[in-house]
Protein backbone atom coordinates (compact mmCIF):
# COMPACT_ATOMS: atom_id res chain seq x y z
CA UNK A 1 0.00 0.00 0.00
CA UNK A 2 1.80 3.33 -1.32
CA UNK A 3 -0.61 5.83 -0.27
CA UNK A 4 0.27 9.05 -3.07
CA UNK A 5 3.15 8.67 -4.86
CA UNK A 6 4.29 11.84 -6.80
CA UNK A 7 6.73 11.37 -9.66
CA UNK A 8 9.29 12.93 -10.66
CA UNK A 9 10.88 14.17 -7.10
CA UNK A 10 13.38 16.23 -8.57
CA UNK A 11 13.00 18.06 -11.76
CA UNK A 12 15.26 21.30 -13.08
CA UNK A 13 13.59 22.68 -16.18
CA UNK A 14 14.32 25.68 -18.42
CA UNK A 15 12.15 28.46 -18.76
CA UNK A 16 9.61 28.30 -21.36
CA UNK A 17 9.43 24.00 -21.49
CA UNK A 18 6.95 22.21 -20.36
CA UNK A 19 6.36 19.18 -17.76
CA UNK A 20 3.72 17.19 -16.25
CA UNK A 21 3.76 15.86 -13.02
CA UNK A 22 2.20 12.77 -12.54
CA UNK A 23 -0.28 11.50 -9.01
CA UNK A 24 -1.41 8.30 -8.45
CA UNK A 25 -2.77 7.74 -4.93
CA UNK A 26 -3.95 3.32 -4.31
CA UNK A 27 -6.63 4.29 -1.41
CA UNK A 28 -9.56 4.71 -3.67
CA UNK A 29 -10.24 8.39 -2.47
CA UNK A 30 -12.41 10.36 -4.05
CA UNK A 31 -11.47 13.66 -4.18
CA UNK A 32 -7.64 15.01 -5.17
CA UNK A 33 -4.90 18.20 -4.31
CA UNK A 34 -2.20 20.05 -5.92
CA UNK A 35 -0.60 22.27 -3.46
CA UNK A 36 2.57 24.22 -4.01
CA UNK A 37 5.29 25.06 -0.74
CA UNK A 38 6.87 28.31 -1.09
CA UNK A 39 9.07 29.73 1.95
CA UNK A 40 6.65 31.98 3.92
CA UNK A 41 3.62 31.13 1.79
CA UNK A 42 2.34 27.99 3.23
CA UNK A 43 0.79 25.23 1.19
CA UNK A 44 -1.78 27.21 -1.19
CA UNK A 45 -4.43 25.03 -3.27
CA UNK A 46 -2.99 25.07 -7.17
CA UNK A 47 -6.30 22.73 -8.42
CA UNK A 48 -8.06 20.30 -7.00
CA UNK A 49 -10.65 17.49 -8.29
CA UNK A 50 -13.72 16.59 -5.88
CA UNK A 51 -14.10 13.21 -7.97
CA UNK A 52 -13.19 11.59 -10.83
CA UNK A 53 -14.34 13.88 -14.13
CA UNK A 54 -14.10 17.09 -12.35
CA UNK A 55 -12.14 19.66 -11.86
CA UNK A 56 -11.61 22.61 -9.75
CA UNK A 57 -9.42 25.53 -9.91
CA UNK A 58 -8.14 26.67 -6.30
CA UNK A 59 -6.14 29.81 -4.81
CA UNK A 60 -3.03 29.87 -7.56
CA UNK A 61 -4.35 28.17 -10.41
CA UNK A 62 -2.59 30.39 -12.96
CA UNK A 63 0.05 28.94 -15.52
CA UNK A 64 -1.24 25.23 -14.69
CA UNK A 65 -4.16 22.55 -16.15
CA UNK A 66 -4.60 19.65 -14.39
CA UNK A 67 -6.65 16.11 -15.73
CA UNK A 68 -7.96 13.78 -14.04
CA UNK A 69 -6.83 10.60 -16.04
CA UNK A 70 -9.14 8.30 -13.41
CA UNK A 71 -9.90 7.97 -10.11
CA UNK A 72 -6.75 7.04 -9.30
CA UNK A 73 -4.60 9.35 -11.56
CA UNK A 74 -4.47 13.46 -10.85
CA UNK A 75 -1.56 15.00 -13.34
CA UNK A 76 -0.53 18.71 -12.98
CA UNK A 77 1.17 20.19 -16.25
CA UNK A 78 3.07 23.30 -16.46
CA UNK A 79 2.77 24.38 -20.08
CA UNK A 80 5.44 26.73 -20.76
CA UNK A 81 7.78 27.29 -17.38
CA UNK A 82 8.54 30.35 -15.25
CA UNK A 83 10.79 31.15 -12.64
CA UNK A 84 7.94 31.68 -10.39
CA UNK A 85 6.72 28.50 -10.83
CA UNK A 86 10.34 27.25 -8.89
CA UNK A 87 8.47 25.74 -5.71
CA UNK A 88 8.04 22.50 -3.86
CA UNK A 89 4.61 20.43 -5.55
CA UNK A 90 2.72 18.36 -3.10
CA UNK A 91 0.03 16.13 -4.74
CA UNK A 92 -2.94 14.68 -1.89
CA UNK A 93 -5.94 12.94 -1.48
CA UNK A 94 -8.80 12.63 0.66
CA UNK A 95 -10.87 10.11 2.47
CA UNK A 96 -13.81 11.37 4.98
CA UNK A 97 -11.88 14.39 6.03
CA UNK A 98 -8.12 13.05 6.24
CA UNK A 99 -6.05 14.78 3.79
CA UNK A 100 -2.93 12.19 2.51
CA UNK A 101 0.02 14.17 1.06
CA UNK A 102 2.53 12.38 -1.62
CA UNK A 103 6.23 13.05 -0.44
CA UNK A 104 6.86 16.55 -2.68
CA UNK A 105 8.41 16.83 -6.02
CA UNK A 106 11.03 20.22 -6.00
CA UNK A 107 10.61 21.88 -9.05
CA UNK A 108 13.60 24.31 -10.00
CA UNK A 109 12.83 26.92 -13.25
CA UNK A 110 15.84 28.69 -14.81
CA UNK B 1 -13.15 32.47 -1.44
CA UNK B 2 -11.90 30.99 2.21
CA UNK B 3 -9.13 33.00 3.68
CA UNK B 4 -7.08 31.11 6.40
CA UNK B 5 -4.54 33.88 8.81
CA UNK B 6 -2.37 32.16 11.29
CA UNK B 7 -0.41 33.75 13.73
CA UNK B 8 2.46 33.88 15.24
CA UNK B 9 4.67 33.31 12.16
CA UNK B 10 7.82 31.79 14.74
CA UNK B 11 7.06 30.81 18.03
CA UNK B 12 10.16 30.01 20.44
CA UNK B 13 9.95 28.37 23.79
CA UNK B 14 11.50 26.23 26.53
CA UNK B 15 10.89 22.44 26.53
CA UNK B 16 8.41 21.58 29.32
CA UNK B 17 6.25 25.14 28.36
CA UNK B 18 3.26 25.40 26.49
CA UNK B 19 2.75 26.81 23.07
CA UNK B 20 -0.27 28.27 21.51
CA UNK B 21 -1.01 29.07 18.06
CA UNK B 22 -3.83 31.19 16.95
CA UNK B 23 -6.58 30.98 13.09
CA UNK B 24 -8.92 33.01 11.72
CA UNK B 25 -10.98 31.61 8.80
CA UNK B 26 -13.04 33.83 6.49
CA UNK B 27 -15.84 31.26 5.09
CA UNK B 28 -18.73 30.85 8.33
CA UNK B 29 -19.43 27.89 6.15
CA UNK B 30 -15.92 26.02 6.44
CA UNK B 31 -16.92 23.46 8.66
CA UNK B 32 -13.52 21.35 9.49
CA UNK B 33 -10.49 22.88 10.91
CA UNK B 34 -7.41 20.42 10.75
CA UNK B 35 -3.92 21.24 12.18
CA UNK B 36 -0.96 19.30 10.44
CA UNK B 37 2.89 19.33 11.57
CA UNK B 38 5.84 19.09 8.42
CA UNK B 39 9.23 18.31 9.56
CA UNK B 40 12.59 19.39 7.16
CA UNK B 41 12.04 17.97 4.17
CA UNK B 42 9.30 15.86 4.96
CA UNK B 43 5.51 15.67 3.73
CA UNK B 44 3.04 17.42 5.95
CA UNK B 45 1.14 14.79 8.55
CA UNK B 46 -1.94 15.81 10.40
CA UNK B 47 -1.82 15.81 14.01
CA UNK B 48 -5.54 16.74 14.94
CA UNK B 49 -8.36 18.30 13.41
CA UNK B 50 -11.98 19.37 14.76
CA UNK B 51 -15.28 19.94 13.37
CA UNK B 52 -17.41 22.42 13.67
CA UNK B 53 -20.07 21.17 15.84
CA UNK B 54 -17.16 20.53 18.37
CA UNK B 55 -15.45 23.07 20.88
CA UNK B 56 -12.49 21.60 21.91
CA UNK B 57 -10.56 18.19 21.30
CA UNK B 58 -7.85 16.70 23.02
CA UNK B 59 -4.68 14.45 21.90
CA UNK B 60 -2.46 13.32 24.82
CA UNK B 61 -0.22 16.80 25.07
CA UNK B 62 -2.09 18.62 21.96
CA UNK B 63 -5.51 20.32 21.82
CA UNK B 64 -7.52 22.53 19.62
CA UNK B 65 -10.23 24.79 20.52
CA UNK B 66 -12.89 26.42 17.91
CA UNK B 67 -14.64 29.58 18.12
CA UNK B 68 -17.19 29.11 15.23
CA UNK B 69 -19.11 33.15 16.72
CA UNK B 70 -15.31 34.89 16.22
CA UNK B 71 -14.14 31.73 13.33
CA UNK B 72 -10.75 31.26 15.35
CA UNK B 73 -9.31 28.17 16.50
CA UNK B 74 -6.33 27.19 18.08
CA UNK B 75 -3.98 24.52 18.67
CA UNK B 76 -2.13 24.25 22.57
CA UNK B 77 0.71 22.05 22.60
CA UNK B 78 1.76 21.46 26.79
CA UNK B 79 4.71 20.23 28.15
CA UNK B 80 6.80 20.53 24.59
CA UNK B 81 9.55 18.51 23.93
CA UNK B 82 12.40 19.27 21.50
CA UNK B 83 10.88 16.89 18.67
CA UNK B 84 7.83 19.23 18.67
CA UNK B 85 10.21 21.41 16.77
CA UNK B 86 8.78 21.66 13.18
CA UNK B 87 5.84 23.87 10.93
CA UNK B 88 2.73 23.44 12.08
CA UNK B 89 -0.15 24.32 9.70
CA UNK B 90 -3.76 25.58 9.97
CA UNK B 91 -6.84 24.54 7.52
CA UNK B 92 -9.93 25.26 7.13
CA UNK B 93 -12.02 23.28 4.90
CA UNK B 94 -15.87 23.77 3.18
CA UNK B 95 -17.09 21.31 0.71
CA UNK B 96 -13.70 19.86 -1.04
CA UNK B 97 -11.24 23.21 -0.77
CA UNK B 98 -9.04 22.60 1.94
CA UNK B 99 -6.97 25.83 2.94
CA UNK B 100 -4.29 26.24 4.52
CA UNK B 101 -2.60 29.33 6.53
CA UNK B 102 0.70 30.46 5.93
CA UNK B 103 2.68 28.33 8.92
CA UNK B 104 4.50 28.61 12.29
CA UNK B 105 8.00 27.59 13.10
CA UNK B 106 7.78 26.55 16.61
CA UNK B 107 11.24 25.84 18.34
CA UNK B 108 11.67 24.32 21.50
CA UNK B 109 15.06 24.19 23.14
CA UNK B 110 16.40 21.73 25.79
Known amino acids: NAGVTQTPKFQVLKTGQSMTLQCAQD?????MYWYRQDPGMGLRLIYYSASEGTTDKGEVPNGYNVSRLNKREFSLRLESAAPSQTSVYFC?????????FGEGSWLTVV | GENVEQHPSTLSVQEGDSAVIKCTYSDSASNYFPWYKQELGKRPQLIIDIRSNVGEKKDQRIAVTLNKTAKHFSLHITETQPEDSAVYFC?????????FGKGTTLSVSS
Open chain 1, 27 to 31: MNHNS
Open chain 1, 92 to 100: ASRASNTIY
Open chain 2, 91 to 99: AARRRTALI
